[in-house]
T-cell receptor, first 113, second 114 residues
Framework: GESVGLHLPTLSVQEGDNSIINCAYS??????FIWYKQESGKGPQFIID?????DKRQGQRVTVLLNKTVKHLSLQIAATQPGDSAVYFCAENGGNQGGKLIFGQGTELSVKP | EADIYQTPRYLVIGTGKKITLECSQTMGHDKMYWYQQDPGMELHLIHYSYGVNSTEKGDLSSESTVSRIRTEHFPLTLESARPSHTSQYLCASSEWRQGEDTQYFGPGTRLTVL
């Protein structure tokens, strides 16, 4: 079936280092992807999105890369800060299913001071 | 981003009780969603709505029901709560962005059924 999965369930980085969180998706029809950040006890927070007609999109300290050939998505966080500690989810639209999204397992990012 | 409100934030109740989880958004979004999430795990869609008087079941079977009488309000009801319903319930609404529906989430309701 359709799935969106993350390669690493946990990631620990030193404050100030760059972080890379990876995501694999299986539905080649997906043409829209979103990264969410979820802090403990809160709902997911939109970080950045990308359409399939792009390979890269940058935001404030974050960059999303899309490799459609291998169906891989990554989130890069520059100069990681303690406030970045959270669980990160990628989501795909499954080829436009009327607004529904397919979520992956999530990666927990831990930032050491 | 959307302003999504959920109440209560935390709820502890006994088995057999009827409960309603409230979700409201102030942005006039047509599409709204309910997800169930166990701690640290992925989100599972249990209900969604494309507008007033429209409700559909999601990918994960749920004993809950929803209604959509007003655009801004999408409550979820459990007629008889059981310990297996213990989970976090997240509400979302979506706006049209870059030619796609982008979902924004509320803070969630942490439900514990004893």
């Amino acid at each position: 079936g359709e799935s969106v999965g993350l390669h690493l369930p946990t990631l620990s980085v030193q404050e100030g280092d760059n972080s890379i969180i990876n995501c694999a998706y299986s539905n080649s029809a997906s043409d829209y992807f979103i990264w969410y950040k979820q802090e403990s006890g809160k709902g997911p927070q939109f970080i950045i999105d990308i359409r399939s007609n792009m390979d890269k999109r940058q935001g404030q300290r974050v960059t999303v890369l899309l490799n459609k050939t291998v169906k891989h998505l990554s989130l890069q966080i520059a100069a990681t800060q303690p406030g970045d500690s959270a669980v990160y989810f990628c989501a795909e639209n499954g080829g436009n299913q009327g607004g529904k999204l397919i979520f992956g397992q999530g990666t927990e990012l831990s930032v050491k001071p | 981003e959307a302003d999504i409100y959920q109440t209560p934030r935390y709820l502890v109740i006994g088995t057999g009780k009827k409960i309603t989880l409230e979700c409201s958004q102030t942005m006039g979004h047509d599409k709204m969603y309910w997800y169930q999430q166990d701690p640290g795990m992925e989100l599972h869609l249990i209900h969604y709505s494309y507008g007033v008087n429209s409700t559909e079941k999601g990918d994960l079977s749920s004993e809950s029901t929803v209604s959509r009488i007003r655009t801004e309000h999408f409550p979820l009801t459990l007629e008889s709560a059981r310990p297996s319903h213990t989970s976090q319930y997240l509400c979302a609404s979506s706006e049209w962005r870059q030619g796609e529906d982008t979902q924004y989430f509320g803070p969630g309701t942490r439900l514990t059924v004893l």
